[in-house]
């Protein structure tokens, strides 16, 4: 029997019965759609703060941070210095913020290996031909890998992994429901660097950069990395088990006469950006996740060129007296992690123009800059909240209220205990309750980060593990959310293979992955702090 949670009709033939998931889910829709857009949601907290400020500073209002002689005063926003210094400062807010550049960067490159199909190229072929035993296990593992590939990846793995499934005789429903699982848990996971990497380290930057010394703090692209890989392979082992032992085992069996219908729309949804007809049998018309020999010759060719370029930067990097080289010869810091942004440009850039001009997928000179600016329209929406947010973080910098905001909270978390990794966890608590309200990830990292990273700072903590402990919150109730329009999406192809499903169906299903997830991610992060491992070259837990 199916462990979903749908609808009933009473006994006097009234409306559907409601169960206590659908209410409460109902319940955070309702107050969720109360929000407004981020970006009216930023400017009320410039508001806000500019309102504060003032008040503050008319107060006479100072703040001391621990272990510096200077005692900062609060300064008004709303006042003749606070007005001209916003006017001469608006735009070098907006231009200067540290992730504009290196997401628009990340978002070109990785655009051009989406386009010519080279990405979700990769993905079949890892799940093509995987035994039967395995493939819940690969599944996770490669959902666990996609945000490189942003949103894209919700839309293309789960269709795909339902395929997958029916195609090596196993429940569809199982794929489709444990791939979105394992691809909204490890978008904040992984070995691959994308736009969302670049993103976050822009606002942990500014947030740093409260609180005096902050700015010197390591923030560069892969300061989680170590454990945003470490995470995604026990993400992906728990995922597969969850997937293999604990969902599919209570799945009802998909309608028949709705499972053609289903596997041509997750086909239609999975072929996206891939050569036409490549993954068809043209005799049957049957969906299929396999890979043609041309696409398997673009990934070798582009694996190898990507392979001969990394070597050529490692060999530079490692040579004694090299310019790529740190002060004094360190490897780390160094060029190579200050500018691994250009150098991760290249890498992409180069791997889609090799596949796309063996598949033909890219034929000409201007396609490759013609798929980099369509990547980057897609962006305007994030460019537009970033004008709001720079504003709010400037504001947060300048007026010393972020400061003395991290001040009493890090005096705060000292005085209750609080000052260790328990204070971690109760942080991450706190954005998993967040995000299933506001589940934009740069939204909620710039409301919260402001406030958190100086206040962890203050505790001797480096913005690194802050930004890692956002990371676990940020993923774990993003699945559950009826905020999340592609929970919704989800329900549209499952109704294809089960029509009576409900949103409850859905959710219900989902929950089962949030637990044990959550204490994944806590676990991993609970033995990178108690070893004293760093998250990311050069990227220390500790002060």
């Known amino acids: 029997m199916s462990p979903s949670v749908t609808t009933a009709k009473t006994p006097a033939g009234g409306p559907p019965e409601r169960s206590a998931l659908d209410k409460v889910m109902s319940g955070i829709e309702r107050a969720g759609n109360k929000l407004p857009h981020p970006v009216l949601l930023f400017l009320g907290l410039f508001l806000i703060i500019g309102t504060v400020s003032t008040v503050f500073a008319a107060t006479g209002t100072t703040v001391t941070v621990p272990g510096e002689d200077e005692t900062l005063a609060v300064k008004g926003l709303f006042t003749g210095e606070g007005v001209r210094w916003l006017l001469e400062n608006f735009i070098p807010n907006f231009t200067g913020f540290p992730s504009l550049g290196t997401v628009l960067l990340m978002m070109a490159a990785v655009g051009v290996a989406e386009k010519t199909g080279l990405l979700e190229t990769a993905v079949r072929a890892s799940i093509a031909r995987a035994p039967r035993r395995l493939l819940p296990y690969l599944v996770a593992f490669v959902a666990c890998q996609a945000h490189l590939m942003s949103d894209v990846a919700i839309l293309v793995i789960p269709p795909l992994a339902a395929l997958a499934f029916k195609n090596a005789g196993r429940n569809p429903i199982a794929g489709l429901i444990g791939g979105f699982a394992c691809t909204c848990a490890g978008y904040a996971a992984g070995f691959s660097i994308g736009a969302l990497d670049a993103l976050y380290t822009g606002i942990t930057h500014q947030a740093a950069a409260v609180v005096p010394g902050g700015e010197s703090a390591p923030t560069h692209i892969l300061i989680n990395y170590f454990y945003t890989a470490a995470a995604s392979c026990v993400l992906a082992l728990i995922g597969g088990f969850l997937i293999s032992r604990v969902l599919e085992p209570r799945l009802p069996q998909p309608d028949p006469a709705a499972e053609s219908e289903a596997e041509a729309e997750a086909e239609a949804v999975g072929e996206s950006g891939a050569e036409a007809g490549a993954t068809a049998d043209a005799a049957t018309a049957r969906p299929s996740v396999t890979v043609t020999a041309r696409q398997r010759t673009g990934l070798l060719r582009s694996g190898l060129a990507v392979l001969l370029y990394a070597a050529v930067v490692v060999t530079c990097w490692l040579l004694p007296g090299s310019p790529l080289r740190g002060e004094g010869g360190a490897l780390v810091p160094s060029p190579v992690l200050d500018g691994i942004v250009p150098l991760l440009f290249v890498a992409f850039v180069l791997a889609g123009v090799v596949y796309g001009r063996t598949v033909g997928t890219l034929t000409r000179a201007e396609d490759a800059p013609r798929m980099m600016a369509e990547s980057i329209t897609g962006m305007s929406g994030y460019i537009v909240l970033i004008l709001v947010i720079s504003q709010v973080i400037g504001v947060f910098d300048w007026s010393n209220v972020g400061t003395l905001l991290a001040v009493?909270?890090?005096?705060?978390?000292?005085?209750?205990?609080?000052?260790?990794?328990?204070?971690?966890?109760?942080?991450?608590?706190?954005?998993?309750?967040?995000?299933?309200?506001?589940?934009?990830?740069?939204?909620?990292?710039?409301?919260?980060?402001?406030?958190?990273?100086?206040?962890?700072?203050?505790?001797?903590?480096?913005?690194?593990?802050?930004?890692?402990?956002?990371?676990?919150?940020?993923?774990?109730?993003?699945?559950?959310?009826?905020?999340?329009?592609?929970?919704?999406?989800?329900?549209?192809?499952?109704?294809?293979?089960?029509?009576?499903?409900?949103?409850?169906?859905?959710?219900?299903?989902?929950?089962?992955?949030?637990?044990?997830?959550?204490?994944?991610?806590?676990?991993?992060?609970?033995?990178?702090?108690?070893?004293?491992?760093?998250?990311?070259?050069?990227?220390?837990?500790?002060?």
Not at 408 to 428: C, D, I, P, R, Y
Not at 505 to 513: C, G, P
């Open 408 to 543: 009493n909270g890090a005096n705060l978390l000292e005085s209750a205990g609080l000052t260790g990794f328990t204070g971690l966890v109760l942080f991450v608590l706190l954005v998993c309750v967040l995000n299933l309200f506001v589940t934009s990830g740069s939204a909620l990292w710039s409301l919260v980060a402001p406030v958190f990273v100086p206040a962890f700072l203050l505790l001797g903590m480096e913005p690194a593990v802050t930004q890692a402990a956002f990371r676990i919150g940020d993923s774990a109730t993003q699945m559950i959310t009826p905020l999340n329009p592609y929970v919704f999406l989800m329900l549209t192809i499952l109704r294809r293979y089960e029509p009576s499903a409900q949103l409850g169906t859905v959710l219900s299903r989902l929950s089962v992955f949030v637990i044990p997830f959550l204490i994944a991610w806590l676990a991993v992060l609970g033995l990178f702090y108690g070893l004293g491992l760093p998250l990311g070259p050069g990227a220390d837990i500790h002060r």
